[in-house]
């Protein structure tokens, strides 16, 4: 998609967008076996590594539950916030600020990365989403989350 976007008309443009917008609404729709047991899906139950642009190899995951992930979240943000600062820089908005993640909105079946890189426009004009690498059961927002960090 990337090789023709540019050469697309507004109106397929749009198109493009509409169909992309009905697709992550059917994975959203799509009955997950266990609505508290984030990441990526096997079909065994079992938890899995996460793999996305948010998890790193700093502890984050598999995680047994939806609540371990939010409190990962949590403190990883916080870390990373620290870290920017230099020592001097620590105020105590810093330390008592608390980090939100939004854990109210349930587990969805998300894509995960979702970018022109993954889009293909095929020959009979079916648009297809490709590498499901990152997919998995996370909150519905972190869907779009993954496409304003990559674009």
């Known amino acids: 998609m990337k090789d023709i976007w540019e050469s697309l008309s507004m109106l397929n443009k ?23 047991l984030p990441g990526p899906i096997d ?7 996460c793999i996305s642009h948010y998890f790193t190899k700093m502890g984050a995951s ?15 943000c916080l870390t ?10 620590i105020t105590q908005e810093h330390s008592e600020k608390p980090y939100s993640f939004d854990s109210s909105i349930p587990l969805a079946l998300t894509h995960g990365d ?6 293909r426009l095929g020959p009979d004009g079916a648009l ?13 927002w972190f869907e779009y989350s993954f496409v304003w960090v990559r674009s």
Request: charged residues 15%.
């Open 62 to 76: 598999p995680f047994t539950s939806y609540q371990e992930m939010s409190s990962w979240f949590r403190k990883y």
């Open 114 to 119: 979702i970018n022109i890189n993954n889009i």
């Open 14 to 36: 749009l198109w493009v967008a509409w169909t992309l917008q009905g697709y992550v609404a059917q994975l959203h729709a799509v009955h997950l076996a266990s609505r508290n």
């Open 80 to 89: 990373l916030r620290l870290e920017q600062s230099s020592s001097s820089d």
């Open 128 to 140: 297809w989403l490709v590498d499901w690498e990152c997919a998995g059961a996370y909150p519905e």
């Open 43 to 49: 079909g065994s139950g079992s938890t899995l590594r």
